[in-house]
């Protein structure tokens, strides 16, 4: 899931002056860097927020029902684990 966010920034005019100088790759890469990482973690914060939200609404049922879903494949989720480090 790739999520769009928009970042809209006032500044001042002196300021956008002084922006529109060539910037060094190295700084162009640092705030791409900072801005992806940024992105990221809001996206991941809006996710948690998704589930914890989602999971808070469910009906006892609901709960049972996965629970028993998950000791069912537990043996098999346990076998793969061990499989995946050997």
């Known amino acids: 899931m790739t999520m769009r966010t928009s970042v809209q920034i006032e500044l001042p005019a002196a300021l956008l002056r002084r922006a529109r100088v060539p910037v060094p790759e190295p700084a162009r890469e640092l705030v791409t860097f900072l801005l ?15 589930y914890e939200s989602y999971y ?31």
């Open 36 to 50: 992806e990482s940024y992105a990221q973690n809001l996206e991941r914060s809006q996710r948690q927020q998704a």
């Open 56 to 86: 808070a609404l469910r009906a006892a049922e609901d709960q049972d029902e996965e629970l028993a879903l998950l000791a069912d494949f537990a043996f098999a989720d346990a076998e793969a684990t061990t499989e995946g480090t050997a």
